[in-house]
């Protein structure tokens, strides 16, 4: 059965707060996206597994600790989830990553698949997914499976805000999956936008506006998208 851990952590939910404020520019909007990155994975890697290793300190030998043999890789979601991608290598420099697009119809709210690469040895792996929202959760139930396809050790899955019908959706798709977020708002408006929530994370990570059509080619591997910067 998933384990759901919201963080409450008083930086966490500060910077959360600040974060979610209409008037916070891109520049700080992305800033904070990685700080509250860097300490959620920080909780969220807290179960790794630790051996005894001897080294010597320039005062004497010493047994210490290292993390167990666990190999890690950071896959987000894009284009959203690049914007925890930086924070959380900052934590961990030796993980792999890998990267799945998906977009959202904008009238069935349903993700479609349009890019996929994986590290070659992800059945070594745990993997962390990485994408700001959880809303309806249909990208993130959909981005498990992908990544389940070539087994890995184990997966988890970071966002910022989920929505209750997101957390729902995920963890009974994925009973596997643990989920971490920063906060748990209300509910999905009929748009299926996450409400207080913050607008669109990708828009404002970019300081986009997305005002055209998104397409892909009938091999589904070319995405255009037309927008705008603010």
Sequence with gaps: MSKVTVFDHPLIQHKLS????????TKEFRELISEISMLMCYEATRDLPLEDVQIKTPMAPMTAKKIAGRKLAFIPILRAGMGMLDAMLTMVPSAKVGHIGLYRDEETHKPVEYYNKLPGDIDERDVFVL????????????????????????????CIIAAPEGIKALTEAHPDVDLFCAAQDEKLNPNCYILPGLGDAGDRIYGTDVVGEVSVDKRGSTVKLHSKTK
């Design 18 to 25: 600040i974060l979610r404020d209409e008037n916070t520019p």
């Design 131 to 158: 994408d700001p929202m959880l809303a309806t959760g249909g990208s993130a139930i959909d981005a498990i499976q992908i990544i389940k396809r070539s087994n890995p050790r184990s997966i988890k899955f970071l």
